[in-house]
């Protein structure tokens, strides 16, 4: 074991290097890297926090306004506010849900803002017997009454793309057609997809693609494992650092959240690893 002047050095040298990682020393600075705090239950949002940010993450995702002073302690971003009414099956797809979504929206929109933070996620709901052009316009017309409210405070609304094989059956935003569709019919800067990569090489493949055409539509992209959402390596389908590529050639300047479930026995390690594994 270092004693001494060697034991100050190390901890000098450890200090200095999640320093320079928090102000991106070890990552090249081209992507905003963020995470999904959801991923890593076993950890609290303090200690999370405190190792993401010395890793040079510079956001966490899907974090509600009673934990902003915790990411602002570490300097962290909330890349995503969540916390709308309904949650992800019953969303504004129906008009019932309107009120209480568009209430939200009121009260949370200008604390974002005042926080700094821009972007918060909203859900179509499940389709429960509902056709798709009948959702989509009620999602429309719910949205409409949002978006003055994100245009005002400097927000952008965002629906999650979502797979309705595997993880959230009946969900009904679960292919970019429609959700684009949905974009066109609001029409407004203030209403985009968060397209997750994990989620739509199940629905529809066809990724890079996809992102290229498509990507004015795109305000967040999240990460994951295909087949299974786990580790982002060489053990699934899709090879990231293209990806990741594709996503950088169209201008893209949001963030791009990990949001796979680690299999590894070091959370953390796995998620270091998949942060540089996109770093391009």
């Not at 509600?64 to 302690?73: A, M, N, R, S, Y």
């Not at 974002?112 to 859900?123: E, L, S, T």
């Not at 389709?127 to 409409?144: H, I, M, P, S, T």
Request: glycine share 10%.
């Amino acid at each position: 074991m270092a004693t001494g002047a060697a034991a100050v050095a190390a901890s000098q040298a450890i200090t200095s290097t999640a320093s320079a990682a928090h102000h991106g020393g070890e990552l090249k600075g081209n992507i905003n890297h963020s995470v999904c705090k959801w991923c890593y239950r076993d950890i609290e949002l303090d200690p999370f926090c405190k190792a993401v940010s010395e890793m040079g993450l510079v956001g966490v995702d899907l974090i509600k306004v009673e934990d902003f002073p915790t990411l602002q302690k570490y300097g962290l971003d909330c890349s995503m506010v969540t916390g709308v009414p309904g949650g992800i099956k019953k969303g504004l797809n129906r008009e019932e849900n309107h009120d209480s979504i568009i209430e939200y929206f009121e009260t949370t929109a200008p604390i974002a803002a005042k926080a700094g933070y821009k972007n918060m996620v909203c859900f179509s709901g499940n389709r429960d017997g509902l056709n798709e052009l009948q959702g989509l316009a009620n999602c429309a017309k719910g949205l409409r009454q949002i978006v003055p409210i994100a245009e005002k405070h400097g927000i952008t609304i965002i629906m999650e793309l979502l797979n309705s094989k595997v993880n959230h059956a009946d969900y009904m935003c679960d292919n970019s057609e429609w959700g684009i569709a949905l974009c066109d019919a609001v029409g407004s800067v203030a209403f985009k997809m968060l397209y997750d990569i994990y989620h739509m090489q199940i629905m529809e493949g066809d990724v890079i693609a996809t992102i290229r055409k498509n990507h004015e539509y795109y305000g967040h992209y999240h990460t994951g494992g295909v087949p299974g959402r786990h580790e982002i390596d060489t053990t699934q389908e899709l090879y990231y650092p293209a990806i990741m590529e594709a996503i950088l050639e169209t201008g893209f300047d949001g963030y791009v959240a990990q949001e796979f479930i680690p299999a590894s026995p070091d959370p953390l390690a796995s998620l270091k690893a998949a942060v540089h594994i996109c770093d391009v």
